[in-house]
Nanobody, 123 residues
C-alpha cells in the first residue's frame, strides 16, 4: 500500500504565504500524476493543481499566478507553494497521487489520498 502524508498547513494572514508538502511512502514502484485538491466546509472537493511525472502542470483558474506546484521524483514528494493567500483559500488541502505498486510481478495502479491539512487564511 501507499501512504501520503501532508504537512505545512496552518494559519496565515491574507496576503501571506504557505508551502505544503506531501510525501509518499510504502510499496511505491513509481508515481504518475500528483496533485492538490481542497475542500471548504459545505463545498465539494475541487482540484487546485496537478503535475505529471514529467513536470507538466495545470492550475485552477482561482489560483493561477499565486500557487505553484512542483515535485521531487527522487523523494516521491509534491509541493504546493501558495502566495498572496486570500480568505477564500481557506480549506482542507488534500494530496493525491496515482501510484504504482507491485503484487508479485504484477504492477497495480492505485489512486491515493492523504489525510488532509488545514489551511486557514485570516483577515
Amino acid at each position: 500500500q501507499v501512504q501520503l502524508v501532508e504537512s505545512g498547513g496552518g494559519l496565515v494572514q491574507a496576503g501571506g504565504s504557505l508551502r505544503l508538502s506531501c510525501s509518499a511512502s510504502g510499496s511505491v514502484f513509481n508515481i504518475d500524476d500528483m496533485g492538490w485538491y481542497r475542500q471548504a466546509p459545505g463545498n465539494q472537493r475541487d482540484v487546485v493543481a496537478t503535475i505529471t511525472s514529467g513536470g507538466s502542470t495545470t492550475y485552477a483558474d482561482s489560483v493561477k499566478g499565486r500557487f505553484t506546484i512542483s515535485r521531487d521524483n527522487a523523494k516521491n514528494t509534491v509541493y504546493l507553494q501558495m502566495n498572496s493567500l486570500k480568505l477564500e483559500d481557506t480549506a482542507v488541502y488534500y494530496c493525491n497521487a496515482d501510484a504504482w505498486t507491485v503484487a508479485g510481478t504484477i504492477p497495480i495502479l492505485g489512486h491515493y489520498w492523504g489525510q488532509g491539512t488545514q489551511v486557514t487564511v485570516s483577515s
